[in-house]
């Protein structure tokens, strides 16, 4: 079975849900605490054993590639000052050299595409697949982890999953699921985005999935779905049968970062947790 090395990021999203703070600054660098959504991402493929990261850009969005980089007057200053402290704090954004590789979606034709557009990257491998607005907390065992933990045990292709409210199947990708172990469903279908009455459970997709290359060809075809976009829930569907499908209900805090609400409540949660702010954060709400 070949390791899950690489990882792919789709960026290239407007975030007009986040205007206008999203007219000059990508949503993926909008912060929670004190790290950029896309840190968080980045933190849980590294834990997770990736070491290839992927990111799917658009126009616009090059701040996200800056922001990879070295800062060389940033820590020449801080170094020549005696920082170490905040240097420590630069650690996870130094990507080694070869290890961030951007590439460029010209037109929002949906999530199926974005991934399609990182083809050759990916070559002919098992990858996954992270979108940073879903912010996955669990710090002692990451999610990413979790399932690269199902992937070696059952092979094939893994998403993650969580259970939403019978009201909120439309806003997902929905798994029709086949016998359970624990935490492992076997997957028999998937739909995107269906209307409570035609959801065929509450297992949806939280922006985690570790894939295999075949996906890629499927995706090529183009084929339109919910919302006349490309969807990766479509072209997944069609391995369904053909190679090993299953949705692991991962153990941990879910916080939906491209809502403003889940956004707000990352920060709070994430805040409370921390032992440099979070007593005063927490005198505060209780204030409030
Ligand atoms: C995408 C996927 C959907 C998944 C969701 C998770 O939808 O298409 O299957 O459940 O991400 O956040 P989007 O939120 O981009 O509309």
Redesign the pocket.
Known sequence: MKPVRKAVF?VA?LGTRFLPATKAVPKELLPVVDKPLVQYAIDEAHAAGIEQMIFVTGRGKNAIEDYFDIAYELEATLTARSKTDILATLEGSRLDPGDAVFVRQQEPL???HAVWCARDIVGDEPFAVL?P??LLWNPGNPCLKQMVATYEAKGGNVLGVLEVPHEHTG????VSPGTVEGRVTEVKG?V??PKPAEAPSRL????RYILQPDVMGILAAGERG??N?I???DGMAKLIGKQPFHALTVDGDRH?C?DKAGFIQANIALALERADIGPDVKAFIEKL
């Open positions: 789709p999203g949906g999530l199926g979108l607005d879903e806003r997902y990708g929905i998937l995107e985005k949806a997709i939280i922006g919910a919302g976009e969807q990766l829930t939906d491209g």
